[in-house]
């Protein structure tokens, strides 16, 4: 009992594999994603710092590091089926919630309760912080599926994964940092030789066109 425990969970994060029960190329795991999404971040916060934009680089981080704790709880859900639809989302955001705050309660020393039950609840708010994290959070999981796409993994999943990520990250092209990615970071990695460049380009650019 105690943060021994939690300590402890921090191995099982490892386990926790990314979209689940598909065929991959790679695999990819919760702890994995949790450090490069920071990483991505970083780098977005820093494109809008450069920009005039003020940031709280110690909610950023915690915000990132912290993002997918609750998982641990509860698995990762493949991102079609947690934003099927509005009901379903708030079905899984309650009981992630749920089960980390009793574990919080259970485990954690009083007086570090609520600042831990804080860094493990949803991140992805209006502030600057919680809109880079919703930005970061896509861009990994685009890439994630762009990888398996350019392997030529023949799952549809991982088609659907790039359509839904690059349309939620084209939502904050209010951001600097977002319009950046679009014009710059998509361009090249669109520009990669080993990957289906017609089909993948015609999704990216019908996205990138709508309003």
Not at 81 to 100: C, G, H, P, R
Request: with cysteine; aromatic share 12%.
């Amino acid at each position: 009992m105690g943060i021994h425990q939690y300590f402890k969970s921090l191995n099982d994060l490892e386990k926790l594999t990314r979209m689940p029960g598909k065929f991959k190329y790679q695999e990819h795991n919760v702890a994995a994603h949790s450090f490069k999404v920071t990483k991505i971040a970083q780098y977005l916060a820093t494109v809008e710092e450069y920009n005039g934009t003020e940031i709280n680089w110690k909610l950023l981080y915690e915000k990132a590091l912290n993002h997918d704790y609750p998982e641990i709880f509860t698995g990762d859900i493949k991102t079609p089926v947690k934003y099927a639809s509005l009901e379903i989302n708030q079905l899984f955001s309650q009981v992630e919630q749920t089960m980390t705050a009793k574990f919080v309660e259970r485990e954690f020393p009083k007086a570090f309760q609520q600042i831990y039950k804080d860094r493990f609840s949803d991140g992805k708010d209006s502030t600057i912080e919680g809109q880079i994290l919703s930005v970061a959070d896509k861009i990994d999981l685009l890439y994630e599926s762009f990888g398996e796409i350019q392997k030529g993994n023949p799952e549809e999943l991982f088609f659907e994964v790039y359509e839904e990520s690059l349309g939620v990250i084209k939502r904050y092209k209010h951001l600097a940092c977002v319009r950046d990615f679009l014009k710059n970071i998509l361009t090249e990695m669109l520009a990669e030789r080993s990957i289906p460049q017609s089909e993948l380009k015609t999704i990216t650019e019908a996205i990138l066109e709508l309003e």
